[in-house]
């Protein structure tokens, strides 16, 4: 195993898996969620495909987290400039924030709506918004 102190010219691997498994499984909510707006025959199936898929999305963005507190970040190129790294920085974060909230307002909505949030079979999860709370 390398010293966490060495000078990185790569991610981790842990990093660099995480990265592309939920860059699909965004593109996937995304295609799923424009198909669920335009089909009303086979709208049911992708919810109960989306609903899960957010919370893996949920669950994989803390994993995700936790490991990037763990590995040092490669150092940025010397040609970058003090913006370039300040839009980079403040680009990540923001997507931090994103892929965070976005399956919590999920799962808020349809807690308040009184819809059940079914992982699979009997698994469900809790509320976590009142409900009724968006009226």
């Known amino acids: 195993m390398s010293n966490p102190t060495d000078n990185r010219q790569q991610f981790a691997w842990s990093s660099r898996a995480l990265h592309w498994l939920m860059a699909a499984l965004v593109l996937a909510m995304l295609f799923i969620g424009v198909a669920m707006v335009g089909s ?14 957010g919370i893996i999305i949920l669950v994989l963005v803390l994993i995700r987290f936790v490991s990037r507190q763990l590995n040092p970040l490669p150092p940025f190129p010397a040609t970058m400039s003090s913006m370039e790294r300040l839009a980079a920085t403040t680009s990540e974060r923001l997507m931090y924030v994103l892929m965070f909230a ?3 307002v999920g799962w808020g909505i349809l807690s308040a709506a009184r819809y059940p949030i079914v992982l699979y079979g ?8 009142p409900q009724n709370a968006l009226l």
Not at 40 to 45: A, D, P, S, V
């Open 122 to 129: 009997p698994l469900h999860l809790p509320p976590i918004l």
């Open 102 to 104: 976005l399956p919590l």
């Open 40 to 53: 009303l025959l086979g709208y049911h199936r992708l919810v109960s495909i989306h609903r899960p898929l």
